[in-house]
């Protein structure tokens, strides 16, 4: 018997609630259903961190403190939660937080300032080092369009000065403990909202579905909503699925359940694989990285999804689960624009990543800004070079092309060939005959191409010089 509401804390206090609509997304909850309106709405897409507040779970008995976008969050992902808001920061005072906001002059309209201070919040709770890496990282995701960022990078410096602040961590760790871990169903309008916290469960209720939409992050899918005006039916959120939710290194091979989320998967890629780690700070902020996975980045086949590009040179499986097991190479599963081969019924359910320790990886992603923005073009170049010459060689690019595509006959000529000026200026040549781009919003057909070509000459000065790097 599935239960047929969600438990989580809003701020201090323990909700219960099932009558709401399944599209329902945490903002539109909290402004209009609580009548918090600290939490401002700007983008309704996760770009400008305005309606950011933190989402607290309980993970091995310790609370762990994540940054969301509130206005692509939807309602019941929040089960077995703690959602807070920046009218709880300190009801009794201005947080320390808020008081280096105004100490050092970082507000100026306003309209931005309960999403920044959310965000430097999640970096107190996590004690997080006030670096100017670490603040920029954790400020990425915040728009701001009058302070300038300096005086905001001046509070976040000071944010640990007067840290005398009450809470109630002992009391909410007990509070969660108890909210049911059974799997929950909520009927609303002949729609559902599935929760599921094993495979077993997950695989026997979506047989039961038409159509089913899954959700981890939803920091893709959630447009959908948002910005099309559109409703999911039958939506199942994994982001609970232990089954799903997991890192393993086994077999010389880096194992990574589909809904796990992308920031619980750096620490691992910096270890093996820095470039794609790296990339991953570009990918999207914190508040996208907190709740995005690399199943939902795979599957939703999109041509400029980064991940797959650098999987796919990595020679990466994937492992399908459905009416029948199925693992497969990454490169084989996108058919077309959008479309991959997973059947009715089936999800994805763990990435391989085979861990190439002699292997060198780069990865690069060409886009308007650096920070949380969609690509015009990426590419992902891996191999293996023994005595100058390629005995290995991938070169996969997104934004080339309906779906991540190989430079196959770039490849083909650069095998075993000498790492040399003269061979990638002919690999240069060849790379545009790999691919026929198109033209859109983003970049030219043109651009691309030319693009394309100058990142095999960067890759070639940055692999030849240990100094050198444009990152």
Known sequence: ??????????NDTLISINNLEINTTVINYIRDEKNLKGTKEGCASGDCGACTAVVVELIKNKLEYKTINTCITFLYNLHGKQLITVENLDKNSLHPVQKSMIKKDGSQCGFCTPGIVMSLYGMYKNKTKPTNHNIEKSLAGNLCRCTGYKSIKAAALSIYKNSDTYDNDKKNI???????????????EK????????????????????????????????LEVTKKQNNLTNIFYLGLNKDLNFIKIKNNNLHIGAATPINKIIPYLEKVYPSFSKMFLR?????????????????????????????ISLDSKIIIEGKNHREILLKNFFKSYRKTLLKKNEIIKEIIIPIKIKNFLKCYKITK??????????????????????????????????????AIKTQKYLLNKKFTKENIDIAKKIIITDFK???????????????????????????????????
Not at 193 to 218: A, M, P, Q, R
Not at 286 to 302: M, P
Not at 379 to 405: D, Q, R, T
């Open 191 to 222: 729609n559902k909202f599935y929760i599921h916290h094993n495979l077993k469960g997950l695989l026997k209720d979506i047989k039961k579905i038409d159509k089913s939409t899954f959700v981890t992050g939803g920091t893709d899918i959630a």
């Open 437 to 471: 781009p198109l033209s859109d919003m983003r970049a030219s057909s043109k651009y691309r191409s030319i693009v394309s070509q100058n990142l095999l000459e960067r890759f070639y000065l940055e692999k030849n010089s240990n100094k050198l790097s444009l990152d």
């Open 283 to 311: 990918y999207g902020s914190d508040q996208i990285r907190n709740v995005a996975s690399l199943g939902g980045n795979i599957a939703s086949a999109s041509p400029i999804g980064d991940s797959s590009p650098v999987l």
């Open 174 to 188: 007990n509070i969660l403990k108890k909210i049911s871990k059974k799997d929950i169903c909520i009927i609303s």
């Open 1 to 10: 018997m599935l239960n047929s509401n969600i438990e989580f804390l809003m």
């Open 369 to 406: 800004r650096i920070e949380d923005d969609i690509s015009s073009i990426f590419m992902a170049i891996s191999g293996l070079i023994i005595n100058n010459s390629f005995n290995e060689i991938k070169i996969v690019c997104g934004g080339m092309a309906a779906k991540p595509l190989m």
